[in-house]
């Protein structure tokens, strides 16, 4: 239960990304690629190891950033997810704003393929919301950002040291749900902070009732070791268990997707449903799609009409073979296939090679001069 820093990547003196964007990986799924677009973060939550774990912000320059986007493309990559602790605070430390990196990567964003945001937290995002919205609207960019909130008691958060109120996070839904129409927030809720009180608790209650957010993560409050909030006296277990399930069936009281039920969407196909009997695509609200098993649809954008809608899913039928279409990318990797590292390899290949060859050769020097050693011996 301890983290020690070994050293961290700098340059002139400052913290910069974690490992190169440029090094060859296997996806796990050959159509998404994942970058991180930095590493730790400006906060210091109460709860939170981030900062013992990963230290300061540390940005990533936009070109590297968009370099690895434009070789995830050329490798038949059709959709991209940027992850950070917090997006939001993407280049504070290097003079470079979110939408900024954000234009850079639209610009190599091939037709029919889409890019989706992580995970921000309401501070930093505010002073970009206006570009946020328009980005957000893009084509292909999914209308799609998770939002924590942790809790709506303005107190609570402040024992957090979140660094807004309740009021900055309904500005920045509202906001973003009037300037992009049907727009997807996903939020975070912890049940059971140490000093949250049952009318704390309320209010976070409230705040799910009235946005019914289609996606919420509910969690208890763990005590990290090392961290401030792990010092405050707890909140009892089994009031706790309450509290967290009080909030779940609320949560799943409501449906946010039966309103689309008819809806004629395009959808971009990706992967293959748990149990095997669909394919998964989304929406350009990012809400999961679920369409027939039909291997003429995978990587491909599709256009669906939703016949049935459930709390986690909609569920498309296909309209014609003429609304199939190929994002404007070649075919994808093979499962397993290293990406990136085509260069490497042959090297190495070529070097491996090389050094059979002359193994090869000396093995044949030293049979050709033991086998006249053994004639010389033979004639004395």
């Not at 009318?199 to 009732?209: N, S």
């Not at 090392?226 to 949560?251: D, H, N, W, Y």
């Amino acid at each position: 239960h301890s983290v020690r820093l070994y050293g961290q990547k700098k340059l002139e003196g400052k913290k910069v990304g974690g490992a190169a964007l440029s090094l060859p990986k296997i996806r796990k799924n050959p159509l998404i690629e994942i970058i991180a677009i930095n590493t730790g973060c400006l906060n210091q939550c109460t709860y939170c190891k981030t900062k013992h774990a990963r230290g300061e912000l540390g940005s990533y320059p936009p070109d590297e950033i968009v370099a690895r986007a434009k070789q995830s493309f050329e490798e038949g990559v059709i959709e991209i997810w940027l992850t950070s602790e917090d997006l939001g605070a993407y280049g504070h430390d290097i003079g470079v704003t979110l939408p900024q990196l954000l234009w850079k990567l639209v610009e190599v964003i091939p037709e029919g393929a889409r890019m989706r945001l992580g995970m921000t937290n309401p501070p930093y995002i505010l002073e970009h919301l206006e570009e946020m919205a328009k980005i957000l609207r893009h084509p292909r960019v999914y209308s799609f950002l998770h939002v924590p909130v942790q809790s709506a008691s303005d107190s609570v958060l402040m024992d957090m040291k979140r660094e807004y109120c309740q009021a900055d996070f309904r500005h920045v839904t509202d906001f973003l749900k009037e300037r992009v129409p049907g727009v997807t927030i996903a939020t975070d809720v912890i049940c059971g902070f140490p000093t949250e009180t049952e009318d704390d608790f309320e209010e976070t209650m409230k705040l799910v009732e009235e946005y019914k957010f289609p996606s919420l993560f509910i969690n208890q409050f763990f005590p990290r070791p090392g961290t401030p909030a792990a010092k405050m006296p707890r909140i009892p277990a089994q009031l706790v268990k309450q509290r967290t399930k009080k909030i779940s069936e609320l949560f799943h009281s409501y449906r946010p997707y039966d309103h689309k039920m008819s809806e004629i969407q395009q959808v971009l196909v990706t992967e293959t449903s748990h149990d095997q009997q669909y394919y998964v695509g989304h929406n350009k609200f990012y809400d999961q799609v679920l369409v027939p098993k039909n291997e003429n649809l995978m990587g491909k954008m599709v256009t669906v009409r939703i016949v049935e809608t459930g709390k986690h899913f909609l569920k498309g039928q296909l309209l014609s073979d003429k609304g199939i279409v190929q994002p404007d990318v070649p075919l994808p990797l093979k499962k397993g296939q290293v990406s990136g590292a085509s260069g490497l390899v042959q090297i190495e290949n070529n070097s491996n090679h090389n050094i059979f060859m002359a193994v090869s050769l000396f093995a044949v020097l030293i049979a050709i001069v033991w086998r006249f050693y053994s004639l010389f011996l033979g004639t004395t």
